[in-house]
């Protein structure tokens, strides 16, 4: 089953020209900015916003049945520790281009000021 939602997610998530993303970047992403485990409606908003927008609601629900996280009756979660460990044997050579570190702004300082010659 883990096999099959991960193939259909890079199948849809490929298809269009325009915005094609590849699922395996966009699940180390959201791994590196949420550890443990997501609620499928978080999970599926961080997938839209990474670029997957062509996933359906049942595709997502896959992902919490493949990969189950800590769940109570009320809430279906995904343990991305699992997902992504998964991601890494199927596609080893995806990996997230490194993170630049952040530019540091240096306000410049003023110097001294010309004072303009005052006409009589």
């Not at 997501?38 to 609601?57: H, I, P, R, Y």
Request: a positive charge; hydrophobic letters at 35%.
């Amino acid at each position: 089953m883990r096999e099959i939602v991960l193939r259909r997610a890079d199948f849809l998530s490929n298809k269009s020209k325009k915005s094609s993303v590849h699922i395996a970047l966009v699940i180390l992403e959201i791994c590196k900015l949420n550890n443990g485990s997501m609620n499928v409606k978080d999970f599926s908003q961080s997938l839209k916003k990474c670029g997957a927008v062509n996933l359906n609601e049942d595709l997502i629900e896959g992902f919490a049945l493949g990969f189950p996280g800590p769940g109570s009756k009320k809430v279906k979660t995904v343990d991305l520790a699992n997902l992504v460990e998964y991601v890494h044997r199927k596609w080893p050579v995806k990996k997230l281009p490194p993170t630049p570190p952040p530019e540091v702004f240096i306000p410049e300082t003023k110097g001294e000021r010309k004072q303009k010659k005052k006409k009589k």
